[in-house]
């Protein structure tokens, strides 16, 4: 059974900085592209980030883009945001997401997991 | 940025009805739509990839057709599991952007 597990989110004031992990489970993690979406309570999904299995292929959505950081650990099954000059409208439910795919090309959230509260406040 | 709307943003409906959710993308995707539902409080399940394959494990009562910017799910028999919040995805073309779903709930 496929197993995304988040962690690492909390409140963090605005410019501050957080960086989310999600352990993975149940699956071939190299096989797979990943991505974080996020999702403010009430609201839609918004895409955030994704990274290739192979970590050769990045690519950000414009409104974190120079802000966030994308990065995974094939071998310790591991997917990583790292956060910096947050700001208000980055607060959100993030989740870990596997992709169907290996690459972040025609991109399709496979599997979810139950995601991480960010809270940007001072 | 491909632009997703789905109508109707909400509907009432009751167990047994058929249900028809619309999305349509800002400009052709040939079929490269997918579907997910949520429950409150639950993270999105994947439901259907490329317009209308069935992701292994969903009910057959769910279907998806269309292609290029107009595209449908279909419910054909409402079941109380089924109440939720559905969203498009365009997986055409970066960044991957999602429909701003349609609540479905009881009538």
Avoid at chain 1, 72 to 77: E, F, I, M, Q, S
Avoid at chain 2, 6 to 33: E, F, H, K, W
Wanted: aromatic share 10%.
């Amino acid at each position: 059974e496929v197993q995304l597990v988040e962690s690492g989110g909390g409140l963090v004031q605005p410019g501050g900085s957080l960086r989310l992990s999600c352990a993975a489970s149940g699956f071939n993690f190299d096989d797979y592209a990943m991505h974080w979406v996020r999702q403010v309570p009430g609201k839609g999904l918004e895409w955030v980030s994704g990274i290739s299995w192979n970590s050769g292929s990045l690519r950000f959505a414009d409104s974190v883009m120079g802000r966030f950081t994308i990065s995974r650990d094939n071998a310790k099954k591991s997917l990583f945001l790292q956060m910096r000059s947050l700001r208000p409208e980055d607060m959100a439910l993030y989740y870990c997401v596997k992709d169907l795919g290996r690459d972040i090309t025609l991109v399709t959230m496979h599997h979810w997991g139950q995601g991480t509260r960010v809270i940007v406040s001072s | 940025d491909i632009q997703m709307t789905q109508s109707p943003s909400s509907l009432s409906a009751s167990v047994g009805d058929r249900v028809t959710i619309t999305c349509r993308a800002s400009q052709s995707i040939s079929t490269y739509l997918n579907w997910y539902q949520q429950k409150p409080g639950k993270a999105p399940t994947f439901l259907i990839y490329a317009a209308s394959n069935v992701q292994s494990g969903v009910p057959s009562r769910f279907s998806g057709s269309g292609s290029g910017t107009d595209f449908t799910l279909t419910i054909s028999s409402l079941q109380p599991e089924d109440f939720a919040t559905y969203y498009c995805q365009q997986s055409h073309s970066p960044p991957w952007t999602f429909g701003p779903g349609t609540k479905v709930d009881i009538q």
